[in-house]
C-alpha cells in the first residue's frame, strides 16, 4: 500500500513539473523564436506604426491569479524620437496583404520585406515584454493573408492563448478585419477590451480614390455590429452579472489627414457623426506620411501636415468634452481650421456677442466656452465660487491661462482685457508673434 | 510660547508633532531632527512618534475634514519639498476650521501649495507606473529607480497586483529602500544592493528586442526629440533600457 501511495505521489511530481514547463516555455522557445524574431519583429512593427492609436484606458481589471491588470486612466510606458507615447506592443500578425490600398505601406504591389507571426509567437514576445512591464498590453492588427476570415481566425487565436492559457488581464486592442465574419468578430469581441475599424478616409469618393476595394457600408457594418452587442451586453450585465464583458474599452477608429482632397468639414463631421451614430471612444487623425507615389497621391517630399493634425485633435476635445457641435468649430463658409488659433477661439472671435461673460456667474456649459479655461478649472471655479467671489488674482492660480481669457470674461464686474473686446482688436492681440531668430554670422 | 517640534521623519511622528501642537504647546514648526538647525529664539522639543496618538489625528483629518484631505497630505508627506512639515502643519490648522469645505479652494495660500506638491508626487507615481523596467534574474524580477519624490509605496500594490505570480523587487537606489514582494504579499525595507546579479539567459534577447523594437516604432518624418524629453526626462533615462542600448545601436 505504501508503495502505490508513493508511486502516486512521484507521478503527480512528474505532471506538476511537465504543467510548470507549459506554462513557462521560454527557455525551450529561445532556440526557436531566436532564428529571426528580431527581424520579423523589426518588419511588422515597421508595418504598424503609422496607426496612431496607442490608448490603453477605458476599462479596470484587477488580477484573478494569471498576470496582468489594467487601469482605466491607461499607462504610457515610454516615448520614441516622434514623442508619441508607446503604450502597447503594437505590431502586425502579417504584412502579407491581398489589398491594394494606395496609402498603405503594406499594400500588395510594395516591393518589402514580408513576414508573419504565428499566434503562439505573438503571445509569448507579449508575456515576456509585459513581466518586464515594457508594455501594458497588445495592440494587434494585420494585412490580410488570404481572406479575411482567415486572418481574423488567426487574431482570434493570439488572444485564446493569451487569455485561456496564460491568464493574461492585461490591455488587447484589436483591428477588425473588414468583412470577417460576425460570429468571428463577436468571438474575438469578448476577448479583446478595445476593438477598432479604421475608416481611413471621411468620404465615400476619396476612400474609392485611394482604396478601390474597400468601401465605406463594408466598414461600417463591423461597427455597428459591435456598437449592438455593446448596447446589448450592457443591458445584459444589467440583469446577469456575470455574463462576460463584450468589449469593455469600446471601440475606436481613424482616418488619414492629407491624402485626399478632403476639407476639415468634411472630417469633423464624420466625426461626429461617428460618435453620434456609433458611441466610439475616440476617433484618431493620422497626418499621412507618404510611404507610396501614385497618381492620386501627395508627392513623396510632402511633410506630413502636423498642424491641422493638432487642429484636427483640438476640434476633437471639443466635441467630446465641451459640448460643442461640428457646425460651430467648421461651416460652409471657412471648410478648414484657422492654422493660427485654436478652433475655441476662432469660435470666440465669431461670436464676440457672447462675451463678456461673468465668472462668478457664467453656468459650467458657458465657462467652458472661454478660451483659456478648461474641463479642471472650469469645475475648480463651479466649486470654489460656492463659498465666495473668485477675484481675478485667484483665476490664475485656478489654472486659467489669462492670456487668452482675459479678453473674454468679466471678473468681480471688471474686465481686465486692456482693449475694448471687440473681434477684429481681440483678433490682433492674440495673433502669436513670429519668434526672433539669432541671426548668424556665417 | 511656540515651540519647534523635532519629528523621526515617521508619517507617524509627524501626526504625533500635529497632536502635541494641539494638545500641548503650539508648534512654531516641525523639522526632521536630523536636518533641524538650532536657534537661539525658539525652543525645541524631539517628539517620540507614537502610533496612538498619530492614529488619533488621522481619524480626526478623516472625520472633520475629509479623506481627500488626508491623500493629499500623504502625498505632500511623501515629496521631497524641504518644507513639506509646515506646509502640511499650516493646512490642517485651516482645514480643521473649515471642515470638508477645505476641498473646495483651490487658490488659498494654504492650500495652493499642498495642491501642486501633491500633484507632483501623484504625477511622478502615475509616470513610474510606465517607466519601471524589470530584468529577470532568474530567481525574481529586479527593477531600480531614482525618482525625486519617496513613490515607492504608491507604486506597489499595483505591481503586486499585476504581477502576483512573481517574485520581484522594486529598488529606490537613491534612498536605499525597496519594495520586496513575494507573490501578491510586500513589504516596504532598507535595501542596498552590491554585487550585479547575473541575468536570466534570455534577459539579454529581450532587451535586444526591445531596443530594437523602440527605434523602428518612431515615425522619421515627425521625429521631434524636444517632445520626447518633455515625457521622458533626461534623469530618468539611464535606468530605461530602451535609451540604453538605443544609444549604441
Redesign the interface.
Known amino acids: 500500500m505504501w508503495d502505490s501511495h508513493a508511486k502516486k505521489k512521484g507521478a503527480t511530481r512528474l505532471y506538476r513539473t511537465y504543467v510548470c514547463f507549459i506554462h513557462y516555455p ?2 525551450e522557445l ?1 532556440g526557436v523564436m ?1 532564428m529571426g ?2 527581424e520579423k ?2 518588419v511588422l ?2 508595418g504598424a ?2 496607426d496612431v492609436s496607442c490608448a490603453s484606458s477605458g476599462v479596470n481589471k ?2 484573478r ?5 489594467s ?1 482605466s ?1 491607461g ?13 502597447l ?2 505590431i502586425l500578425l502579417t504584412n502579407y496583404c491581398i489589398y491594394n490600398c494606395n496609402y498603405c505601406v503594406n499594400r500588395n504591389q510594395n516591393d518589402i520585406p514580408r513576414a508573419s507571426f504565428t499566434p503562439r509567437e505573438v503571445a509569448d ?1 507579449t508575456i ?2 509585459y ?4 508594455i ?1 498590453g497588445l495592440f494587434l492588427s494585420s494585412g490580410i493573408e488570404r481572406s479575411p476570415n482567415h486572418t481574423m481566425e488567426r487574431i482570434y487565436q493570439v488572444l485564446d492563448i493569451l487569455r485561456h492559457e496564460y491568464h493574461f488581464y492585461g490591455y488587447i486592442h484589436v483591428k477588425v478585419i473588414p468583412g470577417a465574419d460576425p460570429a468571428l468578430v463577436n468571438k474575438t469581441g469578448l476577448l479583446a477590451d478595445r476593438m477598432s475599424i479604421n475608416i481611413e478616409q471621411p468620404t465615400e469618393q476619396s476612400l474609392k480614390l485611394l482604396a478601390p476595394q474597400k468601401t465605406l457600408p463594408v466598414l461600417f457594418a463591423p461597427m455597428n455590429q459591435i456598437h449592438h452587442q455593446m448596447t446589448q451586453n450592457a443591458s445584459e450585465r444589467k440583469i446577469f452579472r456575470h455574463v462576460q464583458k463584450f468589449v469593455p474599452a469600446g471601440q475606436s477608429t481613424q482616418m488619414i489627414v492629407g491624402a485626399s482632397k478632403d476639407s476639415d468639414l468634411s472630417i469633423i463631421k464624420a466625426t461626429e457623426t461617428l460618435y453620434n451614430r456609433f458611441q466610439l471612444k475616440r476617433v484618431y487623425y493620422s ?1 499621412y ?1 507618404p510611404v507610396n507615389e501614385g497618381p492620386n497621391l501627395p508627392a513623396l517630399s510632402t ?2 501636415p ?1 498642424l491641422r493634425e493638432h487642429r484636427l485633435y483640438q476640434a476633437d476635445w471639443l466635441l467630446r468634452f465641451y459640448s460643442f457641435k461640428a457646425d460651430e468649430i467648421v461651416n460652409e463658409q471657412s471648410p478648414f481650421l484657422d492654422t493660427d488659433f485654436d478652433p475655441k477661439i476662432s469660435w470666440a472671435l465669431r461670436n464676440m456677442q457672447l462675451f463678456p461673460l461673468e465668472i462668478n456667474q457664467a453656468s459650467y456649459e458657458e465657462l467652458l466656452r472661454i478660451p483659456g479655461v478648461g474641463v479642471t478649472s472650469a469645475q ?1 471655479i463651479i ?2 465660487r ?2 465666495g467671489n ?1 477675484s481675478y ?2 483665476l490664475k ?2 489654472g486659467v491661462v489669462l492670456k487668452r481669457a482675459k479678453y473674454f470674461i468679466t471678473c468681480q464686474g471688471c474686465y481686465y482685457g486692456g482693449i475694448p473686446a471687440e473681434s477684429a482688436l481681440v483678433r490682433q492681440a492674440l495673433t502669436p508673434v513670429a519668434k526672433p531668430v539669432q541671426l548668424c554670422l556665417f | 510660547m511656540k515651540m519647534d517640534y523635532l519629528y523621526d521623519g515617521s508619517f507617524d511622528g509627524l501626526l504625533t508633532s500635529i497632536y502635541y501642537s494641539y494638545y500641548e504647546q503650539r508648534a512654531q514648526g516641525i523639522y526632521p531632527e536630523v536636518s533641524y538647525q538650532f536657534n537661539m529664539f525658539t525652543p525645541s522639543t524631539v517628539i517620540q512618534s507614537d502610533p496612538v496618538l498619530a492614529a488619533r489625528v488621522y481619524d480626526a483629518i478623516d472625520r472633520k475634514i475629509s479623506v481627500y484631505s488626508l491623500m493629499q497630505i500623504y502625498y505632500v508627506y511623501l515629496s521631497n519639498n524641504s518644507a513639506k512639515e509646515n506646509l502640511i502643519l499650516k493646512y490642517l490648522q485651516l482645514g480643521f476650521q473649515l471642515g470638508p469645505k477645505i476641498d473646495s479652494i483651490h487658490s488659498h495660500p494654504e492650500v495652493l501649495p499642498i495642491r501642486q506638491t501633491a500633484k507632483k508626487v501623484s504625477f511622478e507615481a502615475e509616470r513610474f507606473l510606465g517607466l519601471l523596467r524589470f530584468t529577470d534574474t532568474r530567481n525574481y524580477l529586479y527593477a531600480v529607480l531614482e525618482p525625486d519624490h519617496n513613490i515607492l509605496i504608491l507604486l506597489a500594490d499595483h505591481f503586486a497586483d499585476r504581477l502576483a505570480g512573481e517574485r520581484f523587487i522594486i529598488h529606490d537606489k537613491k534612498r536605499s529602500l525597496a519594495i520586496i514582494c513575494n507573490k501578491k504579499d510586500w513589504y516596504l525595507s532598507d535595501f542596498s544592493k552590491e554585487a550585479a546579479i547575473p541575468d536570466s539567459e534570455t534577459e539579454q534577447f529581450y532587451q535586444e528586442l526591445w531596443a530594437k523594437y523602440f527605434t523602428g516604432i518612431s515615425i522619421e518624418n515627425r521625429k521631434n526629440k524636444k517632445l520626447q524629453s518633455h515625457f521622458v526626462p533626461q534623469r530618468y533615462r539611464h535606468n530605461l533600457v530602451e535609451f540604453r542600448k538605443s544609444e549604441l545601436l
Open positions: 521560454v527557455l529561445i531566436s524574431t528580431l519583429l523589426a512593427a515597421d506604426k503609422y484587477h488580477n491569479d494569471g498576470i496582468g491588470n487601469k486612466f499607462i504610457c510606458h515610454t516615448w520614441s524620437a516622434d514623442g508619441r507615447c508607446v503604450s506592443l503594437k514576445l515576456q515584454f513581466r518586464r512591464n515594457y501594458e497626418a506620411v511633410s506630413p502636423l475648480r466649486r470654489q460656492r463659498l473668485i488674482n485667484h492660480k485656478m
